[in-house]
């Protein structure tokens, strides 16, 4: 329930790298100098930072871009950002623990400030405090100040939110996360109000309490908690009993006889004992406690005080949850809780090592529900105790306690020395519905079903049953381009307006791109679902690269053909680093493509829409999708070959889960929605199955689609395919499924043979209608059809603009859909609207809104109609009413030939490179490989700015030269000396700072020979003007040496003194090889090389 629930990613800042180490620019801190101080030389490469440059936590060039009108995500990206800096070297020192505390208090005290102002930062500080400043500094005792400040923030958030009010729906409710407010103002109220007793400060406590009183009073007045009859004071508050309401037992703590995993752990206990005793004798706990970490902040206190050794994984990179560094230390004790059914099938269980010293405390907080806890005392202690809800416990050795952790609960140790050690786990509840069987019911009373908020009935339109004849025509041997169905094949021309310069500039300007400008912990090296990685970052520069093409040719401007031999040589180097990944050129690649969008930015700015001419080959379709508004859902329907009906658009599940699953799936029930669809692995089938009962739909009506996963990637032996299925369908609570796919094409060859046998043996059983794949290629399926005696009459795969069909193509003639239909596969499409393998969400695609707007439907409705109207059914996938309403609304409306034609080129903006048009199947929509030379264009004047304005990128002439009057950068950390005679022009800045580069290399420019070389600070803005720069000095705030290049190409720099002696270029010969060399292969950067000693700390020599 914590309202960190989110990971947001911050926009990092822009490295300075050598050769030899990269080193982060530094921005002067805002907190307290102290603190920063001391946050600077906790980490390394602060302690290289400019003399007198100050580190803060907020590193980066720009802020968190902060909301005023949404507080969650405030609160998101400030969680984020501390969590890291407060994780930032935690284990690599005994006597430096979290080195950047002090900065994270500064910080917090910074937004603290800005918050007065900025109501929407009440909730992100309130936070903050709880998880970074519940505890005074180096000590276990509350430091009450920062915790009252933040209970008084979380009532002003609650206010602002507007969860004070009465009138508010439950699905508000929910979407603000006030169920999560309430109950944390009403706990730190509680809490401080206690601190205060325990220290017979009687007065203030009086006037907490009455405060916690109050807000517990005022939240029980709300339509929500008056279900909740049993919580007559703020320790009542459990999040379970949201999700279980009448639920027996209930409390704080439970008898363990009705718990089978209590009775087992305690028939287990010698040999647990045994086993984790020996990790403390071996002196390992503190080593593996660094292994994996489940805290979301400050937790506990004092340092060392309560640590935990993680025997479950906390973010496992395979499927096995136990395959842990700690459970190869206890086999025994990690091989009895993987068999045990309470620790799978659902989603918060957990299994750990708990450490209490002497004087630790584990601050109050709240589990996160539905589950359980229990602990087995591996050694109990004097002076040890457990607060849950309103009761008081204590450990005994060789005992288990189980008690509900989703009350308010904390533990502490007030003995003076001594250990205590637990098993934690925490485990299913007993009322989820794959955990009911393992009860008896004389000892767990469950409800019927879990409770759907009560969310103000929306009914469903109630049109005319229309009926739809949609057969796709199977045309063997037959390839039509993607949009372009069998038919006559006459070709037409439509025109349409498409905005290539504003999508070249969106995708390059994304804030997600600006993570990976160098691979680290913002932009790590690897290709998991979303968020920046190289993969998705050099998609999305690739898609930028082509859209900048086409921009440049439809403008009908005239281009220096160095621009297009420079992007040219950026997307060949993007395709040998996808074809044979070489991290060290991840930079280098990124830092040019960035280079020239930098330099065309403002011109691609100022564009309008290109009007273009696509070509459109007039055919049949093969489905026909009603556009009249008055056809049901149901009444649409793609007919497998196995003559089932499918309806044609459906409901997603994929990281649905609980109570907002459930939810999902009735509201998409109640809105005509009859094609659901899940998997194994989503983990939420019990709820879909659920929420089908509580419908009263038919199952007759339905069609459900679920997929194996586990056989399918190999993680279980094929044998055990009926007995999955047999679950899923318990789960589902139906007899059967529509169709049972295969969830990826995880295994090949002779196993994927016996896989395929033992799905073909369940067809026959009945308790599947069809057979289907996901996630298959090209390749994948022609080898299942090498062999398959019933053959998938169902394929689901990732279908969007970029990639439609494949992540990854697979280079096939054919593209999936024209495969599909040539065997008669009905296709389904899923992440319509996802972002990845880019980092571009279709959905603020410029291409995509401005049809959208033309239509005056969300691009969401544009791109699932894309879909339909190529015959590819849709399952989207939304958490709230409106949104799933909005996703089913399609039939209403419909894309013209020219609209889809330039939706289909979005794949080939996409994945051409600078030498082929991709997909090999797609035809050249935008005509990306023809003549860049177009005719001018009629009333559209030529522009010369967009290749000749000042900057890098215009400035290179065809011959590979810098061009006369161009700005290269010279030195980095440097600036120009300004006492000297005659190096000064006049004026000499722009006036103050926040000034763009661009401004000041044209002010330069418009000198002439007053003026050849600026100083900018990047981190600044300010802009200094000089005739000559003959010497220099070391500077901070980002600054950069810039010159501009004369005819003859030598640069008015020199590199006298720099604080050493005898440092100095040779022969501005060795500037022009340099200038001329690495300009040619359109290389940024240029040092003066030749030193006449060895290089000093100021001066970095680069080979390119």
Known sequence: PVVAAATVEVTGKPHRCTRRRCTPRTLRGRGAAAAATAAAAAIGWLAEAPRGAVGQVTWGPGPLNLVEDNDLP???????????????????????????????????????????????????????????????????????????????????????????????SAELFFQRMCNARWPYAVMMYSELGREFASRYLTEQ?????????????????????????????????????????????????????????????????????????????????????????????????????????????????????????????????????????????????????????????????????????????????????????????????????????????QEWHAGVKGERYVLQLTFCHPCEDSQRHLYSPSAITCPAAAPAPAAPAVAAAASPAASVAGVPTSHPGTAAPLGVQPGDGSVQEGAISVPFAAAAAWAASLPELALCRELGEQCPPDTQHGGPNPLSALNTWNYALNNLKAALRHARVDVDPALLTAAAQVQAAIQSFLALPALDQFGPIVASAAQIFEAMLPWLRQQPPAQVHVAIRQQQPAVRIPS?????????????????????????????????????????????????????????????????????????ELFIATKATSVALGMADPSYLEAILAGQLQALQTEYVDVYMLHAAGVKGDQLRTVWQGMERILETGHVKALGVSNFGVADLEELWSFAKHRPVYLQNIFKVYKPGEQILSGSPLSLLQWAQSQGVAMVGYSVINSWPHMMLPLEDPHVVTIAQRRGRTPSQVLH????????????????????????????????????????????????????????????????????????????????????????????????????????????????????????????????????????????????????????????????????????????????????????????????????????????????????????????????????????????????
């Open 74 to 168: 405030n609160q998101q990206r400030l969680h984020d950002l501390l969590r890291r800096a407060f994780f930032t070297d935690y284990g690599t020192s005994a006597r430096q623990p979290h080195a950047l505390m002090p900065a994270i208090k500064a910080e917090i005290a910074d937004f603290r400030q800005k918050a007065e102002t900025m109501p929407s930062l009440a909730l992100a500080v309130s936070m903050a405090r709880y998880h970074f400043a519940w505890y005074r500094e180096d000590s276990a005792e509350m430091d009450v100040e920062s915790v009252e400040d933040a209970a008084n923030l979380m009532y002003a958030s609650i206010q602002f939110s507007g969860c004070n009010r009465p009138d508010m």
């Open 205 to 409: 406590a009086a006037t907490i309490l009455e405060k916690a009183i109050a807000a517990f009073d005022e939240m029980k007045r709300l339509p929500y908690y008056a279900q909740f009859v049993h919580w007559q004071g703020p320790y009542d508050i459990n999040f379970n009993e949201e999700w279980f309401p009448g639920a027996w037992p209930a409390g704080p703590v439970w008898d363990k006889s009705r718990v089978p995993l209590a009775l087992v752990l305690e028939g287990f206990a010698e040999a647990i004992t045994a086993e984790l005793s020996s990790i403390v004798e071996q002196g390992l706990f503190d080593s593996l406690h660094f292994e994996g970490l489940r805290a979301e902040g400050q937790d506990s206190a004092p340092w060392e005080g309560w640590r935990a050794v993680e025997l479950m994984a906390v973010d496992p990179k395979g499927a096995n949850v136990w395959d842990t560094v700690a459970c190869k230390h206890a086999p025994q004790t990690c091989g009895l809780l993987a068999s045990r059914p309470e620790m799978q099938g659902c989603q918060h269980p957990s299994a750990s090592f708990v450490r209490l010293r002497a004087g630790g405390r584990l601050k109050p907080q709240f589990g996160a529900a539905p589950r359980l806890a229990c602990h087995l005392a591996i050694r109990a202690d004097p002076g040890t105790r457990m607060s849950v809800g309103n009761q008081t416990v204590a450990w005994k050795t060789g005992e288990v306690l189980v008690f509900d952790d989703t009350f308010i609960r």
């Open 628 to 700: 009249d508004g008055r056809t049901t859902l149901s009444a649409l329907n793609f007919p497998l070959a196995n003559g089932l009906a499918m309806p044609a658009i459906g409901f997603g599940t994929w990281k649905l889960e609980g109570t907002a699953c459930y939810n999902a799936v009735r509201w998409a029930l109640e809105l005509g929605l009859r094609h659901i669809d899940t998997a194994e692995a989503y983990g939420n089938e019990a709820e879909i199955g659920r929420a089908i009962r509580d419908s009263g739909v038919p199952r007759s």
């Open 865 to 1104: 109609r894309w879909c339909l109207q190529h015959g590819i059914a849709v399952i989207p996938k939304a958490s709230s009413r409106d949104r799933i309403r909005e996703n089913a609304m399609l039939l209403d409306f419909e894309l013209v030939p020219a609209e889809m034609a330039a939706l289909d080129g979005l794949a080939t903006l996409s994945e051409s490179t600078h030498d082929a048009v991709k997909p090999t199947w797609a035809p050249d929509v935008f005509g990306l490989l023809q003549p860049q030379a177009l005719p001018p264009q009629p009333g559209i004047a030529a522009t010369p700015s967009a290749v000749q304005q000042p900057g890098v990128a215009q400035g290179i002439t065809a011959n590979g030269q810098a061009a006369a009057g161009m700005f290269v950068e010279a030195l980095r950390d440097a600036q120009c000396r300004r006492d000297l005679p005659e190096a000064r022009s006049e004026p000499f800045s722009l006036g103050g700072g926040a000034h763009r580069l661009e401004d000041c290399q044209a002010a330069c420019a418009a000198r002439g020979q007053d003026c050849n070389v600026v100083t900018y600070y990047h981190g600044t803005g300010y802009c200094h003007m000089f005739r000559s720069c003959q010497e220099q000095q070391p500077a901070g705030d980002g600054a950069v040496i810039y010159a501009r290049a004369m005819a003859d190409a030598e640069l008015p720099l020199g590199v006298h003194g720099m604080g050493h002696e005898g440092v100095e270029v040779r022969d501005n010969a060795i500037i022009e090889d340099c200038v001329q060399t690495l300009y040619a292969a359109f290389y940024d950067r240029c040092y003066e090389v030749l030193l006449l000693s060895a290089t000093p700390p100021h001066v970095r020599p680069e080979a390119g």
